[in-house]
Every structure is written in structure tokens, then in C-alpha cells.
């Protein structure tokens, strides 16, 4: 099966950046859309970023300006790379992989986890 593993969460302070990596053992970046999500402590999972396999991107009002999505098909990989943090960033970060057209895929990573706190 096809598995995302994510790293790059951590400790950081507000105001602070951290990179998220997604990797992907399987050759999926070619289609669909690589998206990251986040679930707060008592809150829904929410759509941070995503990106199409044609480089267009979304991302929540939240991040906008201080969030970027990307992805390197080559490796197999997507970014996150978030910047100005904020304590309302702090959440698990999850990544995802998926398309809607046949054969379709939903991939979850699972999770890596962001602290943002002086």
C-alpha cells in the first residue's frame, strides 16, 4: 500500500517557522491533489493547503500570507513550509493524498505534531 509519512513537526515559539514534509512510497504525485490537514484538541480536521498535480494551490483564510504548500513529483514529496506561527496553529498535521477519477485514493499520513508556544 501506498504510505505518507510526515515530519518536520515540533516545538516552536510564535513567530517562529517550521517545514513540514510529506513522503510518499508510492508514485501518486502525478495526479489529484496533495492537501495537509490539521485537528486542534476538540475541534473538526481542517483543510490547511493543497496543491493539484498542476501546481494550483488553496489554502485556508487562517494561513494565508504565512503558509506555503508545494510539492517535488520527483520525490515523491509535498511541503509545507509555515511561517509567522501562531498558538492557534498548534495542532496535529495530517497529510493527504487523494483524487476523485478511477482508480481513485484517499492516503492519510499519520500526523505529525506542531506546538506553537512562548
Known amino acids: 500500500q501506498v504510505q505518507l509519512v510526515e515530519s518536520g513537526g515540533g516545538l516552536v515559539q510564535p513567530g517562529g517557522s517550521l517545514r513540514l514534509s510529506c513522503a510518499a512510497s508510492g508514485r501518486i504525485f502525478s495526479r489529484g491533489v496533495m492537501g495537509w490537514y490539521r485537528q486542534a484538541p476538540g475541534k473538526q480536521r481542517e483543510l490547511v493547503a493543497s496543491?493539484?498535480?498542476?501546481?494550483?494551490?488553496n489554502y485556508a483564510d487562517s494561513v494565508k500570507g504565512r503558509f506555503t504548500i508545494s510539492r517535488d513529483n520527483a520525490k515523491n514529496t509535498v511541503y509545507l513550509q509555515m511561517n509567522d506561527l501562531k498558538p492557534e496553529d498548534t495542532a496535529v498535521y495530517y497529510c493527504?493524498?487523494?483524487?476523485?477519477?478511477?482508480?481513485?485514493?484517499?492516503?492519510w499520513g499519520q500526523g505529525t505534531q506542531v506546538t506553537v508556544s512562548s
Open positions: 496543491i493539484t498535480s498542476g501546481g494550483s494551490t
Open positions: 493527504n493524498a487523494y483524487s476523485s477519477t478511477w482508480p481513485s485514493y484517499n492516503y
